[in-house]
């Protein structure tokens, strides 16, 4: 079974300050989460103040970017090395807002993945399809060809390792989330791909869903057979929230969020 991994997303949200806040009233609240992982991603400048708030908790951080270069003369960017150095032990690469806003490609992103593995860290690889795209019925082309393209280097050896997060481009921030049935879809596609790439290790390689997720909806969605966690963008800024789907509730979970492994 794949362990359930849900990872907040702050964006370009929160302060050190406000992110040692965050931390103080989260952690209470997920204690007792311990059989999914629990991921914070927040801003740059905000990694270190935070790796002290979560020392020897169960939240896990992880960067929102990185440089696919070990060092040298590449100004505004950080290197896995930084990363790791800071407790980092995952890094969202290929978000959509990375791809459309700041011109990041297939090859450019497959790289940064590379990069994290070669360093000891997880990539959390993102795709997703745009609404036009959608409409013109090319959801599976165009994910199938951003898989394709940016786990290009992953080496076979680790890829039961990796995090690929679907996030359709048209739910991201909009409220309009994809029904449970739609993102199963995508997911049981992404799954399949995976498996030509890597065999059997897509079994174990864990596919959250991103886009609008909430505390009301998040149920449903991880009650679907391929989707395996969730990328929260809006509703992780809040630790109430963000707890709520920590705690998500489904088939084999008890309402506690302690899963349903025998204990
Ligand atoms: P959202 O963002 O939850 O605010 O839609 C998700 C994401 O972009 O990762």
Same mark, same amino acid.
Request: charged letters at 20%.
């Given at each position: 079974? +794949?362990?359930?991994?849900?990872?907040?997303?702050?964006?370009?949200?929160?302060?050190?300050?406000?992110?040692?806040?965050?931390?103080?009233?989260?952690?209470?609240?997920?204690?007792?989460?311990?059989?999914?992982? @629990?991921?914070?991603?927040?801003?740059?400048?905000?990694?270190?103040?935070?790796?002290?708030?979560?020392?020897?908790?169960?939240?896990?951080?992880?960067a929102k970017n990185v440089?696919?270069?070990?060092?040298?003369?590449?100004?505004?960017?950080v290197?896995?090395?930084?990363?790791?150095?800071?407790?980092?032990?995952?890094a969202i690469v290929?978000h959509?807002?990375r791809?459309?806003?700041?011109?990041?490609?297939?090859?450019? @992103?497959?790289?940064?993945?590379?990069?994290?593995?070669?360093?000891?860290?997880?990539?959390?690889?993102?795709?997703?399809?745009?609404?036009?795209?959608?409409?013109?019925?090319?959801?599976?082309?165009?994910?199938?060809?951003?898989?394709?393209?940016?786990?290009?280097?992953?080496?076979?050896?680790?890829?039961?390792?990796?995090? @690929?997060?679907?996030?359709?481009?048209?739910?991201?921030?909009?409220?309009?989330?994809?029904?449970?049935?739609?993102?199963?879809?995508?997911?049981?596609?992404? +799954?399949?791909?995976?498996?030509?790439?890597?065999?059997?290790?897509?079994?174990?390689?864990?596919?959250?869903?991103?886009?609008?997720?909430?505390?009301?909806?998040?149920?449903?969605?991880?009650?679907?057979?391929?989707?395996?966690?969730?990328?929260?963008?809006?509703?992780?800024?809040?630790?109430?929230?963000?707890?709520?789907?920590?705690?998500?509730?489904?088939?084999?979970?008890?309402?506690?969020?302690?899963?349903?492994?025998?204990?």
């Amino acid at each position: 079974m +794949r362990r359930p991994i849900l990872a907040a997303n702050w964006k370009m949200h929160k302060t050190a300050g406000e992110a040692a806040d965050f931390a103080a009233a989260f952690l209470p609240l997920v204690k007792d989460a311990d059989a999914v992982d @629990v991921v914070v991603a927040p801003p740059f400048t905000a990694l270190d103040r935070l790796a002290s708030a979560l020392a020897g908790s169960n939240v896990a951080l992880a960067a929102k970017n990185v440089s696919p270069e070990p060092q040298g003369a590449f100004t505004g960017e950080v290197s896995v090395g930084m990363l790791a150095e800071l407790g980092c032990r995952y890094a969202i690469v290929g978000h959509s807002e990375r791809r459309t806003l700041f011109g990041e490609t297939d090859g450019f @992103v497959a790289r940064k993945a590379a990069a994290l593995f070669a360093a000891g860290l997880v990539p959390i690889v993102c795709v997703g399809e745009s609404l036009e795209e959608r409409e013109a019925g090319r959801t599976t082309a165009v994910v199938g060809a951003q898989i394709d393209g940016s786990l290009a280097e992953v080496p076979a050896e680790r890829a039961s390792a990796l995090v @690929v997060a679907y996030e359709p481009i048209w739910a991201i921030g909009t409220g309009r989330t994809a029904t449970p049935e739609m993102a199963q879809e995508v997911h049981a596609f992404v +799954r399949e791909r995976l498996r030509g790439r890597f065999g059997d290790a897509a079994r174990d390689i864990r596919i959250q869903y991103g886009g609008s997720v909430k505390p009301d909806n998040v149920d449903s969605l991880m009650a679907q057979p391929d989707i395996d966690g969730a990328l929260v963008g809006g509703a992780s800024l809040d630790p109430a929230a963000f707890a709520r789907i920590v705690h998500f509730e489904g088939p084999g979970r008890e309402p506690s969020g302690r899963s349903g492994r025998p204990s």
